[in-house]
């Protein structure tokens, strides 16, 4: 007897009928209406409005080294900062694959899914890979059974872009950022972060995810690690970035939460 074979695109939406998907910004079940495979039509003007654009990020908002560039797909505000949020503390962190998807979209010009469940096409030069890896930034305080939102975001952007994901880098005993100023920041996380012990990173570009950006001292101390373990370049990618909104992108009626 011959193997059955299923239509190409069949294996997701055999999931997407028994996971449906959820628009990220609402939490509502996204439908055949849905926005790109990935939100609900009422929130699409809110998700295109708090778009980073363009999404690489000036070195005049943050403070990089190491790092040949960052980008980020949107302003940590609003709907997306809720999102993220969320994301982080372990309520929803399904939301990921939207998130991913939409950095997918955004920050490399990915082809959108056509429904939800669905996977966005990379639509990257073939030949020389853009990148050889992907690492997720790890995280300093894990929630119980969450692999962490970095992690999550890197194995689905390594399923879209066709980059492996590596976990070379592992955290040491320092404050918490969130409690630290700018200065104070970069200090702390200048020596928080090394390679595995034996991670050989020799020539490859490397992609760095995290899921927010704000000095950019995170980033860059990941990315010194990285290059001591031998990569040739290092750029940093993230779903939002913590920078003011520009004035024509916001509303009077935004609450900053």
């Known amino acids: 007897m011959s193997a059955l074979r299923l239509p190409a695109g069949a294996p997701g939406r055999l999931l997407a009928l028994l996971y449906p998907r959820r628009c990220p910004f609402c939490d509502a079940l996204l439908g055949p209406d849905a926005?790109?495979?990935a939100l609900c039509p009422?929130?699409?003007?809110?998700?295109q409005r708090l778009a980073h654009q363009p999404p690489r990020l000036p070195a005049t908002e943050h403070a990089f080294y190491a790092l040949s560039s960052a980008s980020a797909a949107y302003y940590y505000t609003g709907a997306v900062?809720?999102?993220?949020l969320l994301c982080k503390r372990?309520?929803?962190?399904?939301?990921?694959?939207?998130l991913a998807d939409r950095m997918a979209v955004r920050l490399w010009g990915a082809q959108p899914a056509a429904r939800p469940g669905e996977r966005p096409q990379a639509a990257l030069p073939t030949g020389i890979p853009l990148y050889h890896c992907i690492v997720p930034?790890?995280?300093?305080?894990?929630?119980?059974?969450m692999p962490g939102l970095p992690l999550l975001l890197a194995r689905r952007l390594g399923a879209v872009l066709g980059v492996p994901v590596v976990q070379a880098l592992r955290t040491r005993r320092s404050a918490a950022q969130k409690q630290l100023g700018r200065a104070g920041r970069m200090q702390n996380a200048k020596n928080a972060y090394a390679c595995r012990p034996g991670t050989d990173l020799s020539g490859k570009r490397v992609?760095?995810?995290?899921?927010?950006?704000?000095?950019?001292?995170?980033a860059s101390a990941c990315a010194l690690a990285l290059l001591q373990?031998?990569?040739s370049d290092v750029t940093a990618a993230a779903i939002a970035?913590?920078?003011?909104?520009?004035?024509?992108?916001?509303i009077t009626t935004e609450k900053h939460t």
């Open 229 to 231: 373990a031998g990569a």
């Open 241 to 250: 970035a913590v920078e003011e909104l520009p004035r024509q992108q916001r």
């Open 42 to 47: 009422a929130c699409a003007a809110e998700e």
């Open 207 to 218: 992609l760095l995810v995290d899921d927010i950006i704000t000095t950019g001292a995170t």
């Open 81 to 84: 900062r809720r999102t993220i």
């Open 35 to 37: 926005r790109e495979g």
């Open 137 to 145: 930034v790890p995280p300093h305080q894990a929630w119980p059974g």
């Open 90 to 98: 372990g309520a929803h962190p399904w939301y990921a694959r939207e």
